[in-house]
């Protein structure tokens, strides 16, 4: 459907970007050959996760590979207070829907 395409695939991105982030957590300094065998994804996909990741500061490149910043806590914080913003979007949806009489 249409009106939920967009949504659920942005959602499907901002997962893959947070499961990227949490694997240069876990291995860092990891490159993105390793990353894309230890997380089953083509190495495209790594890539573009990367660069924005670095775009946003979250992650910089080294010698070994990538590796988080000291910026990294607090946008996983971040990235949490949205979640729980889209939660609560969600339930507010959810109960226009509900009162919807047919």
């Given at each position: 459907m249409i009106i939920t395409y967009k949504l659920e695939t942005e959602m499907e991105l901002v997962a893959?970007?947070?499961?990227?982030?949490?694997?240069v957590m876990e291995h860092q300094p990891v490159g993105i050959i390793k990353l894309s065998h230890m997380l089953n994804m083509p190495e495209h996909k790594?890539?573009?996760?990367?660069?924005?990741?670095?775009?946003?500061?979250?992650?910089?490149?080294?010698?070994?590979?990538?590796?988080?910043?000291?910026?990294?806590?607090?946008?996983?914080?971040?990235?949490r207070d949205f979640l729980t913003k889209m939660e609560e979007k969600c339930r507010e949806v959810e109960s226009l829907i509900d009162s919807i009489n047919l």
């Open positions: 893959r970007h947070v499961k990227v982030l949490k694997a790594i890539r573009y996760s990367l660069r924005l990741l670095e775009q946003e500061g979250l992650i910089e490149a080294s010698p070994g590979g990538a590796k988080i910043t000291e910026k990294t806590k607090t946008a996983i914080g971040e990235i």
